[in-house]
């Protein structure tokens, strides 16, 4: 009787230890890391989360299974690891799960369990958040209004909000009736808190809303967020606007001659700007068409035009430039031929006339009258006042005639 109770006891005391043993073995077994893919979830958003369990004991221990158990996230492959095998001694081993956020913002915590196959099992809480932010788009410079058919710059300001970095980022302008230059812009990944800069050139054909999607991905989801503003064509603010002023009018027989100043007071520069008149002038002579060139705002340039008309009606002035992106525009102005000046006489007329003005005298004085009027016999006895003078000091006359002189004087002195 006393044996088999020994034996009993015996048995007792070796399942005890087997299973001391084995707790012993179990407890060297930790979580050293978890990491979850994308950092933070958007709601709808899927996931990855991977735990990684590291046995630091001296001997291998058996697992049975390791799950991710959650109420209010969505596990879908919990029975993935069913089956594992045992993890050795210093070794780790990763444990992959794929989650959905079907649920509200917030921070959840589903459970990681890995259960051994002699020893129990180990939990821990993965913290798990969703936020579902997304990116901010500001328009950082637009128009306020839209020239037709002239290309206009927007810059936007791409920003990032999130907690985690997100990659992927494309904006794409769209609208009806818009074109531009460029289909779309990447900007790629941004950075927690970060932001970056957009330019696109438009050009609208009418009014309308112009959207910009922004599509950006949040680990291996998709996202678009959209930013619409209204586009107002019209006549641009910013602009050159060539004004004509300072108009004179001369007439030599059937050719009209107009000069004046054309003047950029618009706010842009004016490029290739011509001056030249329409109907029912007819533009001849030597300056049918005058070039100016290009006009900075607040500058301004002189020309000069041509023309045959007949009759005084007025005869439309025409101020043609164009903006930097090649489109053609035209002003123009009234010029009233019936206070036209004459042009001024040919050859002689014209001195006659000059000296009428200046009471007989030719106002350029000697010179313009030709070689007759120039006073030949005044400079012949100039230059032969110089030359003897010249010869007389070479040959020491005046130095004698300076010693006369101081001796005559000295002598004076002694008499008085």
């Excluded at 027989?253 to 001056?275: H, I, M, P, R, Y």
């Excluded at 005058?290 to 007949?310: H, I, K, M, N, R």
Aim: some cysteine.
């Amino acid at each position: 009787m006393r044996i088999r109770l020994y034996v009993m006891l015996l048995l007792i005391a070796v399942c005890t230890g087997a299973v001391t043993a084995e707790e012993n073995t179990a407890a060297q077994v930790a979580i050293t890391g978890v990491a979850v893919d994308p950092g933070v979830l958007m709601k709808g958003d899927t996931g990855t989360v991977t735990v990684t369990v590291t046995n630091n004991g001296q001997t291998s221990v058996p697992i049975a299974r390791a799950a991710l158990l959650g109420n209010d996230l969505s596990v879908q492959d919990s029975g993935i690891y069913s089956s594992v095998s045992n993890l050795g001694a210093g070794n780790s081993m990763d444990f992959t799960f794929t989650v959905q956020a079907d649920t509200a913002d917030g921070i959840y915590y589903p459970s990681f369990y890995l259960d051994y196959r002699d020893a129990g099992s180990l939990r821990y809480p993965v913290p798990v958040k969703v936020e579902s932010s997304g990116l901010e788009v500001s328009v950082l410079q637009q128009p306020e209004v839209y020239a037709e058919e002239r290309t206009e710059t927007v810059t936007l300001l791409i920003g990032n909000p999130r907690e985690n970095m997100v990659s992927g980022v494309t904006v794409r302008p769209v609208g009806e009736g818009i074109e531009t230059t460029q289909t779309s812009a990447f900007v790629g990944d941004l950075q927690p808190g970060g932001s970056a800069e957009v330019t696109f050139d438009l050009r609208a054909s009418q009014s309308t809303d112009l959207t910009f999607e922004t599509t950006y991905r949040n680990g291996m989801n998709s996202h678009t967020a959209a930013t619409t503003v209204p586009v107002e064509v019209g006549e641009g603010k910013v602009r050159a606007e060539p004004v004509v002023n300072n108009i004179n009018v001369v007439q030599s027989g059937g050719q009209f001659t107009v000069s004046g100043d054309v003047n950029n007071a618009g706010l842009e520069e004016a490029k290739s700007v011509v001056v030249t008149v329409a109907e029912p002038a007819i533009p001849s002579g030597a300056y049918p068409a005058y070039v100016v060139g290009a006009l900075e705002p607040d500058d301004f340039s002189s020309f000069e035009v041509t023309f045959t008309a007949s009759g005084t009606s007025p005869v439309p002035l025409l101020v043609q430039y164009k903006d930097g992106d090649g489109n053609a525009y035209e002003t123009s102005c009234s010029v009233d031929l019936r206070g036209a000046g004459t042009a001024a006489p040919a050859n002689g007329d014209v001195e006659n006339m000059a000296a009428s003005k200046s009471g007989g005298r030719n106002p350029m004085g000697t010179f313009g009258g030709g070689l007759q009027n120039l006073p030949i016999t005044e400079i012949l006895v100039g230059l032969l006042v110089v030359v003897g003078a010249l010869v007389a000091w070479r040959k020491g006359l005046f130095a004698a005639a300076v010693r006369k002189g101081r001796a005559r004087l000295g002598r004076d002195r002694d008499e008085d």
